[in-house]
């Protein structure tokens, strides 16, 4: 069994002036956002709810089979 490891970053809510920010160069979208601490990356609040499921997730071998780029 794999060992679940805890999303190691804060997530805080933004304040009401950067929600204000980001709302008027992303129009139209009316949710709300948070930031990951401590880098500050500017997120989807949904992304709160999955943050150890996709910190967690297992590469797979084929995971890459069609980005050549790596």
């Known amino acids: ?4 490891r805890r999303f190691p970053f804060a997530i805080k809510n933004v304040t009401e002036e950067e929600d204000a920010l980001t ?3 992303y129009k139209g979208y009316v949710r709300a956002f948070v930031r990951i601490r401590p880098h500050g990356y500017l997120w989807p609040a949904s992304f709160g709810y999955k943050t150890e499921e996709i910190y967690n997730l297992e590469v797979q071998p084929d995971d890459n089979q069609d980005n050549k780029l790596l």
């Open 23 to 25: 709302k008027k160069y």
């Open 1 to 4: 069994m794999v060992e679940v």
